[in-house]
């Protein structure tokens, strides 16, 4: 008798798993896209590193994710180790391949416009995609909130009417996600790391005088309301806060 030939049967483990975000640079002299790689599991180490190399070459991204490591010995601790890949903002297209140690390789697309930032897979063993598409930031806005949770007995919506009085809302980008904020129906804005309790605006201070005009305002609030918190940042980076 003849016994048939089996394929091997090849079992591939994956001891981690990372999240891909797609992001977008607003330091002044360092705008740009990038991807951020990081563990999707907390790490038990606070001093835990990502061991990533990578290379852009002929439209094609390579990157090799070689595992966590420690700087040194192991500090007791929480931590999600990240690392980010610049990816500079000239519109074009670039094939992805995403290494996962000896055994995983997943490909996929990166494309780049003035307009957004999309990412797209074909495989994607031990990753997820924390968002597959973010719109650009435009020049010219500011977004950010005034926290409800520990406002006490101010009024935040009066004094977000106020704001709203004298620097104009914008209520004509395209619904989605820009990274730092995502425009829902509506014109709703929900600002990153916010939560839900707070009272979010999206603002025109393409005239600084408009910027300089806010943060004014919000001195005059904390000056008549301690207990008052708020987060505003411009489409380069700067912020205001308390």
């Excluded at 563990?39 to 990533?52: A, G, K, Y």
């Excluded at 297209?93 to 697309?109: A, F, H, P, W």
């Amino acid at each position: 008798c003849q016994k048939d030939q089996q394929e091997p049967v090849i079992i591939t483990s994956i001891e981690q798993a990372f999240d891909i975000t797609p992001w977008q640079i607003l330091e002044p002299g360092h705008e740009g896209y990038e991807l951020i790689i990081s563990t999707s599991e907390e790490q038990e180490c606070s001093n835990s590193l990502l061991d990533i190399a990578y290379d852009l070459n002929g439209g094609v991204l390579e990157i090799d994710i070689l595992g966590v490591d420690t700087d040194g010995d192991c500090i007791p601790g929480n931590s999600y180790p990240t690392e980010n890949i610049p990816l500079g903002n000239d519109p074009g297209q670039y094939d992805l391949v995403i290494k996962i140690g000896s055994n995983i390789e997943n490909t996929g697309r990166i494309e780049l416009s003035a307009e957004k930032m999309s990412l797209s897979m074909n495989e994607s063993s031990g990753i997820t995609l924390a968002e597959n598409q973010i719109f650009d930031v435009p020049d010219g806005i500011t977004w950010g909130y005034l926290d409800n949770r520990v406002a006490g007995t101010t009024d935040l919506t009066s004094l977000a009417g106020i704001i709203q009085q004298e620097i104009e809302m914008i209520n004509g980008m395209n619904e989605g996600n820009y990274g730092y904020f995502v425009i829902g129906d509506l014109h709703s804005v929900e600002i990153k790391d916010a939560g839900p309790a707070v009272t979010s605006m999206l603002l025109d201070v393409r005239d600084l005088a408009k910027w300089q005009r806010l943060k004014e305002l919000l001195a005059e609030f904390e000056g008549k309301f301690p207990d008052i918190q708020y987060e505003f940042t411009r489409w380069d980076g700067l912020q205001v806060w308390n």
